[in-house]
């Protein structure tokens, strides 16, 4: 089983930019694909980037799009969300979060594997 470990996180203000990075241990990444989610307080977790096994696709959220990059080295076992023109409204927990390369479609909605999760937060 993979295991996750988010880093990065911290506070920022509106506008900064942020690399949140994903080391993952236990097994390679190379065939699962890997995500990022985020949680507010009071609000429900939202998935945020995806990116297929090999690199190849990637898929981000509406509210994201743009401003937020995901990307991979599976040589390095890890994931990163560099994070740009950062808003108050990305203020969240964000979480790592993977499953099996053939399932990618399901990582829009939830995932096998998650981390603990790093604080970002955004001041105005």
């Known amino acids: 089983q993979v295991q996750l470990v988010e880093s990065g996180g911290g506070l920022v203000q509106a506008g900064d930019s942020l690399r949140l990075s994903c080391a993952a241990s236990?097994?390679?990444?190379?065939?699962?694909?890997m995500g990022w989610f985020r949680q507010a307080p009071g609000k429900e977790r939202e998935f945020v980037a995806r990116?297929?096994?090999?690199?190849?696709?990637?898929d981000y959220s509406e509210s994201v799009k743009g401003r937020f990059g995901i990307s991979r080295d599976n040589a390095k076992n890890t994931v990163w969300l560099q994070m740009n023109s950062l808003k108050t409204e990305d203020t969240a927990v964000y979480y790592c979060?993977?499953?099996?390369?053939?399932?990618?479609?399901?990582?829009?909605?939830?995932?096998?594997?998650w981390g603990q999760g790093t604080q970002v937060t955004v001041s105005s």
């Open positions: 979060a993977a499953v099996a390369g053939d399932n990618w479609y399901r990582l829009r909605f939830t995932a096998d594997v």
């Open positions: 990116i297929t096994r090999g690199g190849l696709n990637t």
């Open positions: 236990g097994r390679t990444i190379s065939t699962l694909a």
